[in-house]
């Protein structure tokens, strides 16, 4: 991803990030003129999806339960039989 330097168009560089959330991020940003120095914060959000996930939530299930201890994915095995 390219920034630039909203005050001289230069390139500038991400120094930081911190992510509030799955879908916003606040990029800390410094440009590399040193003429201009300008640092400043811009903001990355999720806008829309243009294709959807091939992962349904059958299949992140099924890798969350992989992650289980075996003693573990017994119990849900047979708490599942019971409905």
């Known amino acids: 991803m390219r920034i630039l ?3 001289c168009g230069g ?6 990030s911190n992510r509030v959330s799955l ?3 606040d990029l800390y940003c410094s440009c590399r003129d ?5 640092s400043f914060v811009m903001n990355l ?6 294709s959807p996930s091939a ?3 059958s299949q992140l299930a ?12 017994q119990e849900l095995k047979q708490q599942l039989s019971m409905l």
């Open 5 to 7: 330097c909203p005050e």
């Open 23 to 25: 879908s916003y991020s």
């Open 34 to 38: 040193p003429e201009c120095g300008h």
């Open 11 to 16: 390139k500038s560089c991400i120094q930081k």
């Open 55 to 57: 992962k349904t939530s």
């Open 62 to 73: 099924f890798e969350l339960l992989k992650t289980l201890a075996p003693n573990q994915q």
């Open 45 to 50: 959000t999720f806008s829309h999806t243009l």
